[in-house]
């Protein structure tokens, strides 16, 4: 019942974020073709606000969520023929926790025993934002 649970909240909680047009769209590209910026290049034209997460379980998940996260953003990017993201930000997040516990007692005439074990784990979400553009052949620095 408890991986049932864990798996619900995995699952719901990946569904992505519509992203944010705010510029044209263009055919789709081969993510490869998606480079990192630290700034928009000159000529550069907007294509949308993105935005992905990562999920894991006892730990926010540290650099391979991040690069989850990126990579997620790459494939948005280039379903929408962005050639290239502005990284935003990201962030960390514990969406949810889950714990069980177990007891036991035994008792006689002279004596009693109780026995109990408990534990409980987080479930983290990492979430990035970037800006997907279009960078025209030959503008890129």
Known sequence: MLLLAVTYAVICGCAPAKPVLVGPARAPIPVEQVVIYQQPPPNSTDVAILKATSHSVFTPGGPAATDTVVQRLKVRAAQLGANGL???????????????????????????????????????????EALAIFVPPGAAP
């Not at 990201?90 to 007692?105: K, M, P, R």
């Not at 074990?117 to 987080?122: E, H, L, Q």
Request: aromatic share 10%; hydrophobic share 30%; charged share 10%.
């Open 86 to 128: 502005v990284l935003q930000g990201f962030s960390d997040a514990q969406t949810a926790s889950l714990g069980t516990g177990v007891g036991s007692e035994s008792y006689s005439r002279s004596s009693s025993v109780g026995v109990g074990a408990s534990g409980s784990f987080g479930i983290f979400k990492k979430t990035g």
